[in-house]
């Protein structure tokens, strides 16, 4: 057994024959059918160790063989015994991967132009396989995403699994393409978002290789009337990136149009925009660009993840930027803050259908919160439930029998006891899920809800839940949801049903797609703005190793989730 890139083949002319222009000598058949038998008999994902999407390099080499013999053992991207014009695309698209934070070297391009010169059939005939590999490992990469994440974790990166591709249609397209360059540039995430960060990849790349930005000192809190000579830095570092026009950046004093920018930057990164230049923005700003690069191609590769073939009108929720929007693909019709899922009781990541809402609703106590935080407050004041409007029942069922609090002796409760206790908060302004709640059934019981405590909603770092999604403007999201006005789901109505203090449930007519993502930047499309989030899950570092491995740049800081109200 050869190595199938180093070997060399002179074969006999035999059965069919056709002229190779370029070369000036003839090639047959006969000539490619043995040289693509050597070729996959070594298998060239085993011998350059190819092991990606979860399949071992013999399955790969295993779909190679099946590919080629059932082209006759012939050349897909080889004419007249050169590289075709198709080849030529390929190699085009493979080159441009890193406009899509891919590497082209995942692609064999390197070695697929160590042979693009050369015309003998063996050296062809391997330029042919890498061409077949390097493709429909792009295809794959883009379909599906780079790595595969349940590799990695499968429980934090279960939405990854989320895409399914019929690879066989797929494949056929990808080989009786004509045009592969559209082909192949159709592989790419179909999503505003997607292309909009794709954008900003560039031009921060642009920024890279322009020196970055400068680091601003340490020091004391620049506020705006201040002179420092840090003051020259911070115009610089502004004026990188846009906030600050790039005039007069040697003024050493903090006039107020630093104080705009510096507010603008703030803004742009979820922090109090106060135009004050406290710990907490100046180590913002000192984030080298090379963090951002990364930053924005983690959250490209998390677009791959994405079911492509939903249409029309859906919800999607931010958890890392703490916001919830709703609309068609490339039209938002609303947007508002949320609060998601403090750590250790983390807002999970999939994707699911919003099927009904509950106005007025009960809020049925889980049993770890029933365990663990509600029983010691049990324990202190046996009047608890009472208090807080919520009544106890003996059992699961719907026939459980409910209980007088009064006759339950807590002091001697244990936690295993609990278990077999239901509470249930009626509805009320005190209900800890406010009005209404917005349901679509999953595994993880997360929805959306209300929440009688709106003054959270002032916060800039709002993880302050166990799990669910709370909304700063529920009747309008209700309202979306329903099919609003149209539909005879209007705000006003909505609000009637609210304040008639009646449990109600409202079935959709048709069930609207829902996104619950991680996303730790974002591209406010209409001022093509790029705004940055704080990785409050710590999953961009564990994604950035998977992909980057130890060239990732992303620091092992960790992140203040509850954050703080300072500069």
Known sequence: MRNWQHTTIVTALVGFVFFNMSAGFAVSKQEYQNEFIEVLEVGPASDLKVNVHGRSAAEIDGSLSDIYYE?????????DGKPSNRAAEIISVLEDAESHGLDPADYFVDRINQYINDRSTAELVRLDVLLSMGMMRYVADQREGRKQPREIDPKLFDSASDVEVNWTVLRRAAFEASDMKAFLQQQAPPFLQYRELQKKLSEYRAIETAGGW??????????????????????????????????????????AELEEAVKRFQKRHNLNPDGVIGKQTLATMNVPVETRIEQIIINMERYRWLNRDIKG?????????????????????????????????????????IKHVVFNPYWT??????????????????DYLQKHNMRIFLGWGEGSKELDPASIDWSKMTKSEMNKYRIRQDPGP??????????????????????????LFKQEKRAFSHGCIRM?????????????????????????????????????????????????????????????????????????????????VISDRSTAIQGSKGS
């Not at 082209?71 to 004419?79: A, G, H, R, S, V």
């Not at 000579?229 to 026009?245: D, F, N, W, Y």
């Not at 406010?434 to 405590?453: A, E, Q, S």
């Open 472 to 552: 700063a403007r529920p009747v309008e999201m209700a309202s979306f949801v329903l099919g609003g006005e149209e539909m005879g789901w209007g705000v006003d109505r909505i609000k009637e049903i609210i304040n008639g203090r009646q449990r109600q449930v409202a079935v959709l007519e048709k069930p609207l797609p829902v996104h619950i993502l991680y996303r730790t930047t974002y591209v406010d499309v209409e001022s093509g703005t790029l705004h940055f989030y704080e990785d409050i899950y710590g999953r961009d570092k564990i994604l950035a190793n998977a992909l980057f491995g130890n060239r990732s």
């Open 214 to 255: 400068p680091t601003i000192a340490a020091g004391d809190t620049l506020k705006p009337a201040m002179k420092d000579p840090r003051i020259k830095s911070v115009r610089q570092r502004l004026a990188v990136t846009g906030e600050l026009a790039e005039g007069n950046i040697d003024n050493m004093l903090f006039d």
């Open 71 to 79: 082209n006759m053992l012939q050349p897909f991207w080889i004419e």
């Open 313 to 353: 009108p859906r919800v999607a929720v931010n958890i890392a930027g703490f916001k919830a929007l709703a609309g068609e693909q490339g039209r938002l019709d609303l947007a508002m803050p949320v609060i998601v899922g403090k750590r250790h009781h983390e807002t999970p990541v999939f994707s699911d259908t």
């Open 365 to 382: 106590l889980p049993p770890s919160i029933a365990r663990n935080e509600t029983l010691p407050k049990l324990k202190k004041d046996p």
């Open 430 to 455: 005190g209900n800890a899920l406010g009005t209404l709640k917005i349901i679509f059934p999953n595994k993880y019981n997360v929805y959306l809800h209300d929440t009688p405590t709106h003054g």
